[in-house]
């Protein structure tokens, strides 16, 4: 319980701008601001999908550990799970 509220204070903001830009989108009046539209929709997909990296990793691959040096190939293995989901939800996958 104490990891999952340590992870909870990692990530609060992350949730919190998560939920505003869904908010946004959901109230936003559709032909007004396209544009903008589209760019807040991205936004919400890397912060979704960096969201989705970041539990994914947490729940099969605890061990990985960024605090030494030791385990360079598990660290690479986290940063490919991180770049690939926002690769994926960014192409809309």
Not at 11 to 19: A, K, S
Not at 63 to 79: C, G, P, R, T
Request: charged share 10%; hydrophobic share 55%; with cysteine.
């Amino acid at each position: 319980m104490a990891r999952l509220i340590t992870q909870l204070k990692r990530t609060w903001i992350e949730i919190c701008v998560l939920v505003a830009i869904g908010i946004v989108l959901f109230l936003m009046p559709p032909v007004s601001k396209q544009g903008l539209e589209l760019f807040l929709y991205k936004i919400l997909l890397f912060s979704a999908s960096q969201l989705h990296a970041f539990i994914l990793r947490i729940w099969m691959y605890p061990y990985i550990d960024f605090s030494s040096a030791d385990n360079k190939y598990h660290q690479l293995m986290a940063i490919a799970i991180h770049v690939t989901a926002a690769y994926v939800y960014g192409i809309g996958g």
